[in-house]
Each structure stands twice: as structure tokens, then as C-alpha cells.
């Protein structure tokens, strides 16, 4: 599986941006995916997760209420919506799939895709 993330730039306090995570390769095999992020001198930290399935979303309870995740599973993409931006959402953005097939499991990260917030 590989991942392409795109969509990332720099915006002001809340405005928007809508990444997008393109998916090619054996994605039938994948379970999950989802959106982390890591800023400077940070550890990566866990954004959003939607289930491939089922389309079952998760978030961050400091993204709850301002960021959507969305899947559309025709054109092998993910989103995830960025609304009511802060400053402190500054960070590279990594997609992440979980694989599972015929007892193997997979875990795939895209390059990143950087999200600037200003003041």
C-alpha cells in the first residue's frame, strides 16, 4: 500500500484546509486509516481514524468539533476537513492504513504534508 498525502499550506486562524491521502496498490487489504500529526519538537500524535468498512470515525479531543474525516472508497482517498483553525494545529500531517489480510497485518505512513497556522 502507498499513501500521497497533498492538500497541506499556510492559513490564518481560523480559516480551513481540506487534506486529501491518495491510496494505490493492495488497498482492499486496508482495515482503517487515519490522520496524525507532529509538531516541532513534539511526538506524532493520533488526529482522526475511520473505519474502511463500516466509515466509524474517531478524533482527538482536540480536533472534536472542528475537523471531519471522510472516505470515498471509489476513488481510494481519504479527507480529512480542517475547519476553525488554530495555531497550535501547526504540524506535519502523516496518513496512516492498517492492513489485515490472511493473518498478516500492515501499517503504512505517507511522507506528510505540512499545515501552517498563523495568528
Known sequence: VQLVESGGGLVQAGGSLRLSCAASGNTFRINAMGWYRQAPGKQREWVATIDSNLGV??????????????????????????????????????????TFYSGSSGDYWGQGTQVTVSS
Not at 474517531?58 to 472516505?71: C, E, L, P, Q, W
Not at 482517498?77 to 497550535?88: D, F, G, H, I, R
Request: aromatic content about 12%; some cysteine; glycine content about 2%.
Open 57 to 98: 470515525t474517531n478524533y482527538a479531543d482536540s480536533v472534536k468539533g472542528r475537523f471531519t474525516i471522510s472516505r470515498d472508497n471509489a476513488k481510494k482517498t481519504m479527507y480529512l476537513q480542517m475547519n476553525s483553525l488554530k495555531p497550535e494545529d501547526t504540524a506535519v500531517y502523516f496518513c496512516n492504513a492498517l
